[in-house]
């Protein structure tokens, strides 16, 4: 992520010796890891969130799908019903005259 290399962590830990002292160097370090730690937490949070919110969504065009879906299936059968409860068409004779059976 920040690509820093052995010895640029080792001249930053000497130059934070120097700054902080020997005393104060370890009282530094447990706020930096609490400070990290909290920054970890936060952006966990902040990830488990974020997953939630798009699983949702991709939950909520499903649903949406799928309800078209649905209603296209309804329009169809409806449609068949009509056509199976429809009278048959009359014959014809070939005179062009419908007849009766």
Do not use: C
């Amino acid at each position: 992520m920040f690509e820093v290399s052995f010895p640029e962590l080792i001249i930053l830990a000497v130059i934070v010796l120097l700054v902080l002292g020997p005393e104060r160097l370890p009282r530094a370090a447990r706020l930096a890891g609490l400070w990290v730690r909290r920054a970890r937490a936060y952006w966990h949070s902040v990830k488990s969130e974020l997953d939630a919110e798009l699983m949702a969504e991709e939950m909520r065009h499903n649903l949406e799908a799928t309800r078209k879906a649905v209603a296209q299936m309804e329009a169809e059968a409806r449609q068949f019903e009509q056509q199976m409860s429809a009278p048959p068409p009359q014959a014809d004779d070939g005179q062009g005259q419908g007849r009766s059976p």
